[in-house]
């Protein structure tokens, strides 16, 4: 169904998680007056300039795309209060937005962030809700201030986080969740029915991004920690550790029975001694080499019973 009135927005976002909030805007009839997104990087073995998931979208249905590296600048700011814009969508866009920049469009700036606030405002709330062992998440639309996802939220909805679920696979339904919920709550803000609900003051956490010394596996800590920090680092960074010498990725694991010397392998089957239980890896990623199960894994390098991994 059409909206009852075709905004004319401006879309802000980067990664492949903002894809689908992109063409849920499109196909519910709102006019995208411009897409911003960062700039392209260099990428792949050649190291050529390779545009954001969005830039790349948007490319292809022939909306314009500017890649400015900062939008500080007076020029930038006037650049964009010239759309005349009813309202700019945010979503995992990479920029800190100035306050020229939130003012200048007629309804506001409202952001889509991939947590329930103001549990893990920041960059990576995927991961760090996943490595935390929270037992759900959701996607929720707030409108945007000039402090780190502190504005009021207009609209939430929450899924549970599963045993098996990785940053990955969570991202995924998140992603899905968040386009219908944004397309919805555009309606509503362009009817004025949209309510907005200032945020707890109780319960702040920060997901801070992922530091490379994160991504090595610690098997002194508990297991349920080891596992929730294999699957919420997982399918990248990727938490890893090295057996004879080899660096690996752990890419999946679950809750095993047994107990040993941190690091230790319990059995032949990738069953490894933790500070405290044990978890099992049933995916992994041998350094220059794809993702392949466990049993594909050892049968080209098998890992023996008493093994330490390091």
């Known amino acids: 169904m059409p909206p009852l009135v075709s905004l004319r927005l401006a879309f802000m976002g980067s ?9 849920a805007l499109i196909q519910a009839g709102h006019e995208i007056a411009c897409v911003y997104s960062q700039p392209p990087r260099p990428a792949g073995r050649g190291q050529q300039p390779r545009p954001t998931p969005v830039h790349a979208f948007a490319a292809k249905r022939g909306i314009e795309v500017r890649t400015p590296k900062s939008l500080k600048s007076a020029e930038e700011q006037a650049r964009f209060a010239a759309l005349a814009l009813d309202a700019a ?32 405002r920041g ?8 490595m935390a062992g929270d037992m759900s998440t959701g996607v929720q639309v707030m409108r945007m201030e000039e402090g780190l996802d502190t504005g009021p939220v207009l609209a939430s909805v929450e899924t549970p986080i599963a045993f098996d679920d990785t940053t990955g696979t969570l991202h995924d339904r998140l992603a899905a969740l968040g386009a219908s919920l944004l397309a919805a709550t555009v309606a509503d ?10 945020q707890s003051d109780a319960g ?13 596996i610690d098997w002194s800590r508990p297991a349920r920690e080891v596992d929730c920090a294999i ?80």
């Open 89 to 120: 969508i945010v979503v995992a866009y990479g920029l800190i937005l100035p306050k020229p920049i939130l003012d200048a469009p007629r309804l506001g700036a409202f952001n889509l962030h991939a947590s329930l606030l103001p549990r893990w």
């Open 204 to 216: 702040i956490t920060y997901a801070n991004k992922i530091t490379p010394a994160e991504t090595r």
């Open 15 to 23: 990664p492949a998680f903002a894809v689908p909030a992109l063409d």
């Open 189 to 198: 803000i362009e009817r004025g029915a949209a309510v907005e609900t200032p």
């Open 231 to 310: 699957r919420g680092l997982s399918p990248a960074p990727g938490a890893w550790f090295t057996v004879g010498g080899v660096r690996v990725k752990a890419l999946l694991s679950r809750l095993g029975q047994g107990s040993g010397a941190p690091g230790e392998t319990l059995d032949d089957a990738l069953l490894v001694a933790c500070g405290d239980g044990a978890v099992r890896l049933l995916r992994v990623q041998r350094e220059g080499r794809g993702p392949v199960e466990a049993e594909a894994f050892l049968r080209g390098q098998p890992v023996g019973a008493g093994t330490k991994l390091r």
């Open 123 to 130: 960059a990576a709330p995927i991961q760090r809700a996943i």
